[in-house]
């Protein structure tokens, strides 16, 4: 699994990320998406590597708002194990 920052400018409050939010989860395969105006940010958990590009292009295109930078890591996996014995090193 793959966590994808987008930082994004334009979003003014909680309409804003609601809208920046269904942009993604309608577009792309993921398992979860938060946005906030505050930290000017959404963040995406999905399966596998989404293509920056494309990501950049459809936010822009259906939203208005200005993609500035997209980071990409490997996303912690969070189950009921690990938050009982920790994280497995």
């Known amino acids: 699994m ?11 409050g909680p309409m804003c990320e609601a ?3 269904d942009c993604v989860k309608k577009n792309f395969k993921v398992k979860s998406v938060e946005s906030s ?6 963040v995406i958990v999905a399966g596998a590597p989404i293509d920056h590009a494309e990501l950049q292009r459809v936010i822009e295109e259906q939203t ?4 500035t930078e997209i980071f990409e890591e490997e996303a912690e996996k969070k189950g009921i194990f690990s938050s009982i014995f920790g994280k497995k090193k």
């Open 2 to 12: 793959v966590k994808i920052t987008v930082k994004i400018e334009g979003m003014k």
């Open 19 to 21: 809208h920046a939010t």
């Open 37 to 42: 105006h505050v930290n000017k940010e959404t």
């Open 64 to 67: 208005g708002y200005k993609v």
